[in-house]
């Protein structure tokens, strides 16, 4: 192995011979590329079939999904609940749908919500909720579901990272209202660009579906009754979408053969220095292997991802410098709201232990177990 090579959570995903050779033989095939051809709606049933929903509509990415979701979701000036750990584009799509962001913090140890700051932060105004599962880990659970369902608010499972998890038998992003998808490249179905919806209700499907086909009606048979944007997914991208799918249980063994390693090696279980996170679930898809560490005074795991880095391994914590979503300069007028009192510290108080104990390591496509002893002897340093 090269040793100045960065071992890296940037990647590009695996393409077999046969994936590409299916990809030419449906562009060749297809009466059309666009978005209507045959080859989506094949996806689209594929994907269904393999979530176990009622509906999924192909989209051009994950942001997109969230955005649809929520303009047939929200009204200008409704709230929308998310947690403070997170992704700049789970609150864009909200921002961009006319919705304010109000932040909650996690569980103990978990990416759900903790219920407490769900009833602080719940207002008349609230319409939905988002539960974002990082890395995989699950941040979904009954407490969540009992306090929306009691509230008529739509629960939204922002999935991007999270596509192939399962939980007590269930799909992670079906057990809510909507799930939201992304297939960019870094994902674990991977079309470059691209996203979904899975939903199993009708009025949600229609209006979603609607939204994404610039308006398209299917009532009235025609354009211009109501207003949209074209976020379909195009055949291309369906193509490689229908290989991926094939190939998703596959690929999340391989991943789960890598996380087995990395857990073999730095001796990682319950009680140990270093233990996994919560939310792993019946199956975890592997996306990133997401660790606490215990004890760990404020500011450690930023400070364990730089020497991570600057030991030639790239981590998403430092690549996101991962830390409360309220500091995006974006964000921050929202952060201005009596319901929080400014402090990070005391308004996300498990969020912040998450943020100051989480070590998140790669398992991807081009990372090989030769790396993963490579870098985990270096953590291993870093933690002596
Ligand atoms: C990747 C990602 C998105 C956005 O997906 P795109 O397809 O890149 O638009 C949204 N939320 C989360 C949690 C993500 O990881």
């Known amino acids: 192995m090269n040793d100045n090579r960065m071992i890296d959570c940037i990647f590009k995903a695996d393409r077999s011979q046969s994936e590409l050779t299916e990809l030419i033989a449906h562009i060749k095939n297809a009466s059309r590329l666009s978005g209507d051809a045959d080859i989506v709606a094949q996806f689209e049933l594929a994907l269904a079939n393999y979530f176990g929903v009622t509906y999924a509509i192909a989209v051009s990415s994950g942001t997109a999904a969230l955005h649809a979701t929520l303009m047939e979701t929200i009204q200008s000036g409704d709230e929308v609940l998310l947690p403070v750990i997170g992704v700049p584009m789970t609150a864009a799509a909200i921002i961009e749908a006319g919705g304010v962001p109000v932040f909650y913090d996690a569980s103990p140890g978990s990416f759900a919500p903790d219920l407490e700051t769900l009833l602080q932060m719940v207002s008349v105004k609230t319409k939905a909720l988002i539960t974002v599962p990082m890395w995989g880990y699950s941040a979904f659970d009954d ?23 399962m939980v007590d038998g269930k799909f992670e992003g079906t057990r809510g209202h909507v799930g939201c998808f992304s297939t960019h490249e870094f994902k674990l179905l991977s079309t470059g660009e691209g996203g979904f919806v899975l939903t199993n209700d009708a009025y949600h499907a229609k209006r979603i579906r609607s939204f994404t086909h610039i308006g398209f009606s299917m009532d009235e048979m025609g354009f211009g009754h109501r207003s949209g944007l074209n976020y379909k997914l195009s055949a291309l991208q369906a193509a490689l979408g229908l290989s991926q799918l094939s190939r998703l249980d596959e690929k999340i063994r391989e ?21 996994q996170f919560g939310g792993a679930g019946d199956r975890h898809n592997g996306y990133s ?13 930023r400070k364990v991802a730089q020497r991570l880095f600057d030991a030639g391994v790239n981590t998403d914590i430092y690549r996101y410098q991962q830390s409360y979503i309220v500091n995006y300069p974006m964000l921050r007028r929202f952060y201005n ?28 496509d081009q990372i090989s177990f030769t790396d993963i002893d490579v870098a985990a002897c270096r953590l291993h340093a870093i933690l002596a």
């Open 255 to 275: 991943r789960q053969e890598k996380i087995a390693l990395w857990i073999h090696l730095l001796g990682v279980a319950p009680g140990a220095r270093l233990t």
């Open 143 to 165: 407490a969540l579901r009992v306090f929306a369902v009691e509230r008529g608010l739509v629960i939204i499972e922002d999935t991007a990272q999270a596509l192939g998890t």
């Open 337 to 364: 709201d009596p319901r929080y009192t400014g402090d990070c510290i005391r308004d996300f108080p498990n969020a912040t232990r998450i943020i100051d104990s989480l070590i998140v390591l790669p398992c991807h």
């Open 289 to 301: 292997l997401a660790l606490t560490l215990a004890d760990a005074p404020p500011g450690e795991a």
